[in-house]
């Protein structure tokens, strides 16, 4: 375990089973009420929203509860920020008994101890942040606390904490200690730093007096707009409530996720993992946009943790995975494997590559299978161009395709600098091939002798002789062998495929990988996901000390698609495991590249675009978040690694935005602030002035580049993906 790591002294030795990887089951926790909606034990994840109406704006207010109960919401938050708002509540509360609206609502305050108590009186819950509860408003200062001084402020916090329980207890209504990344105390980080376990230090304190005073009903949260920070955060908090006997219900967010798919994605990575753990009790999907559109995300998300949720059956025992920490990120250590260049490498010290299936060559034909690539690798796809491009070979027909298709790859001159090591399109191919075709030697020379990876299907350790004599006569040919989930139980399947891998490196087989694949669903069935079995494969690989790389093949198909893949494969990416992506299902092999580098870039492992961090609004918003976002977005999305901040408020959002390079953020009406870093640099810009001038800031800065023209895929170079 790394001595560096902030917090590291909290981590506990233990781990509660529900930090087991290879079964876990759902975290038991007491039953928390918020109104009539109840929340841990045994009862199903609910799915909550936050208004982004004024509070104080009442009939605006309860017309967007309505639409979002209609919408199957299970509980409601608003801000309330200030007099006005509190006042608000009980004409709110009025106006939703007339109106029959009988999701529970849930008060969210930072910095005043006074709106808290207000709010208490009039709401089923009241949310608040740790971070500023007491603490107030946030100066990023350093200094050293002596514990005195610390002890002291503790003090202080329970004094002024103590009332708003005594108020929840005495009304019966409950609480969420919600901790956010972005707004941890000058105290907490000066002592624990910017970190998970400081997170966990902050809501740990305010529990610990709540417990005291004899008051259960409460809720933990850990939010971040960092998937992994978050991830461990949560896993930590898990660990540190079983060392204490906590058995509070959790909130699960992703904070400042940002919209479309991008949200998704990071919400899937950060919510779906934790509850395909087994953690986790309510969520709430942060989406720059109608609130309406999270309520469908959080059920699609919630369903992992329903009927889903897969207890994954194991046919005997898996060996522990050594020098794994569920609170910080490591990743897997591999040996690297050439496939075609030095771009297509995988393993070792390489980026996770993005592969794309495009189904049988002889079924398309070369040309349009050229046109496909071409395009893959145009100009305008900017860093999110695919390294691999994987093919079925069914019969002779493929052979012969693919043979023609390599060679049109290598005469074309379409890639200009980007050329790959032939002259070509810098594109490795692989031939996934069905028995058929690699039993038969002469067949499966000619595939190898035109591929730069082999994936001989449902080949067994007694075919390794003859595979390796087909490569023999070619270098750096990769041999990966894939499996499909659903058959044998995960570790039953993955000592076939340590056999296979074993029985590769005793042929002297250079490069070697394994490789497990999401079968497409039956209809009206959700997909499997790679989680478990995954964690087993590269568990009983390590066991054996084959360090092989792993590609992680996870399908995208259906109303909840992105969800399921982000899931699956975003799950394993945080964990440190995986040296590819391959998505199957969209249609449009762009759609299915792009959402491979999505989730690559939703679990922080390869960065290809801007890195958005943007609220979801509230009462306090004082912009268009949506159309504004959406302004910035076009100017900036190809500025790979800039992180930029769009906030609503200057009150939350420059503690809230982590770690931006650039912040916009609201500051009075019309008037917009904008940030380096933590520092407000160029203040009251006219919102009309705004993005052009954060433009400028990020010239300034020396972190612009001109964007490339689109070119969009014409649709008859448009091949289906996968199998
Ligand atoms: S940053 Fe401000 S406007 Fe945005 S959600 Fe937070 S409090 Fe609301």
Redesign the pocket.
């Known amino acids: 375990m790394s001595t560096t790591t902030p917090g590291a002294s909290l981590f506990p030795k233990l781990l509660p089973d529900v930090l087991a990887r290879f079964g876990a089951r759902r975290r038991r926790t007491r039953v928390v009420s918020i109104g009539n909606v109840k929340v841990g034990g045994d009862e199903p994840i609910r799915v909550q929203s936050m208004c982004t109406t004024h509070t104080w704006d009442v009939q605006a207010t309860l017309g967007q509860i309505a639409r979002l109960q209609a919408a199957g919401c299970e509980i409601v938050r608003l801000?309330v920020p200030s007099q006005k708002d509190a006042d608000a509540l009980p004409r709110i509360r009025e106006g939703m008994r007339e109106c029959g609206l009988i999701v529970p609502i849930v008060a969210d305050i930072?910095f005043s101890p006074k709106m808290a108590m207000l709010a208490a009186e009039h709401c089923d819950k009241v949310r608040i942040n740790p971070g500023n509860f007491h603490d107030g408003q946030k100066f990023f200062k350093v200094r050293e606390y002596t514990d005195a001084e610390y002890q002291d402020e503790l003090a202080q916090i329970e004094e002024s904490f103590t009332p708003l329980v005594q108020r929840c207890k005495a009304r019966g209504i409950s609480m969420r200690i919600g901790t956010n990344h972005g707004s941890l105390s000058d105290r907490i980080m000066n002592r624990y730093g910017d970190s998970p376990a400081g997170m966990v230090e902050s809501a740990l304190e305010f529990a610990r007096i709540a417990r005291r005073l004899d008051y259960h009903d409460v809720i933990f949260s850990m939010k971040a707009s960092n998937t992994r920070v978050m991830i461990e955060a949560y896993r930590l908090l898990v660990a540190r409530c079983a060392e204490e006997g906590l058995d509070l219900p959790l909130h699960l967010g992703v904070t400042e996720a940002g919209d479309g798919d991008d949200a998704r994605i990071k919400s899937a990575i950060g919510m779906g993992t934790l509850l395909e753990d087994g953690i986790g009790d309510t969520i709430r999907v942060s989406l720059t946009e109608d609130p309406v559109h999270e309520v469908p995300v959080g059920f699609g998300l919630a369903r992992v943790a329903g009927p889903r949720l897969r207890r994954v059956a194991l046919s005997g025992s898996v060996p522990a995975e050594r020098d794994l920490s569920p609170f910080e990120f490591r990743r897997r250590a591999t040996r690297r494997v050439e496939q075609g260049g030095a771009n297509a490498a995988m393993g070792g010290d390489q980026l996770p590559r993005v592969e794309v299936g495009l189904g049988r060559p002889s079924l398309a034909g070369p040309d349009k299978l050229l046109a496909t690539a071409r395009s893959l690798c145009a100009p305008s796809m900017g860093e999110r161009k695919p390294e691999l491009l994987s093919l079925d070979v069914g019969d002779a027909s493929d052979v012969a395709a693919l043979e023609a298709l390599r060679e049109r790859l290598e005469a074309d001159t379409s890639a200009g600098p980007d050329a790959g090591p032939a002259g070509g399109l810098p594109l490795a191919l692989e031939a996934r091939v069905r028995p058929p075709v690699w039993r038969d030697l002469p067949a499966l020379a000619r595939v190898a002798s035109v591929v730069d990876r082999l994936s001989p299907l449902g080949a067994a350790p007694a075919d390794v002789p003859a595979l390796q004599q087909a490569l023999s006569a070619v270098a750096d040919v990769t041999l990966l062998f894939e499996d499909e989930l659903g058959g044998a139980a995960p570790d039953a399947q993955a000592a076939r495929l340590a056999d296979l891998v074993a029985a590769a490196r005793a042929a002297k087989v250079e490069h070697v990988a394994v490789a497990l694949r999401t079968p497409a669903p039956a209809a009206g069935q959700d997909p499997l996901s790679l989680v478990t079995p995954v964690r087993v494969l590269t568990a009983v690989l390590d066991a054996r000390g084959l360090d092989v790389p792993v590609v992680l093949c996870a399908q995208a198909r259906g109303d909840h698609g992105i969800l399921d893949a982000a899931t699956s494969a975003g799950g394993l990416l945080v964990d440190g495991i995986g040296d590819a992506v391959r998505i199957d299902g969209p249609t449009d092999p762009r759609r299915a590249v792009d959402l491979a580098f999505g989730i690559l870039q939703g679990a922080r492992r390869r960065t290809t675009r801007t890195e958005y961090i943007s609220?979801?609004?509230?009462g306090?918003?004082l912009f268009e978040l949506e159309p504004v976002t959406a302004k910035i977005k076009v100017r900036t999305s190809h500025l790979k690694g800039v992180k930029i901040a769009v906030?609503?408020?200057v009150?939350?959002?420059p503690g809230?935005m982590a770690d931006a390079d650039f912040g916009y953020v609201?500051w009075k009406p019309g008037k917009v602030n904008l940030y380096v870093g933590k520092t407000c640099v160029v203040r009251d810009v006219p919102e009309d002035d705004a993005p052009d001038k954060l433009v400028d800031l990020i010239k300034d800065h020396g972190r612009w580049i001109e964007p490339v023209q689109s070119d969009p895929l014409p649709v008859e170079a448009a091949v289906q993906v996968g199998s």
């Open positions: 801000t930072h609220c979801p609004g509230c306090r918003t906030m609503g408020c009150v939350n959002g809230e609201g």
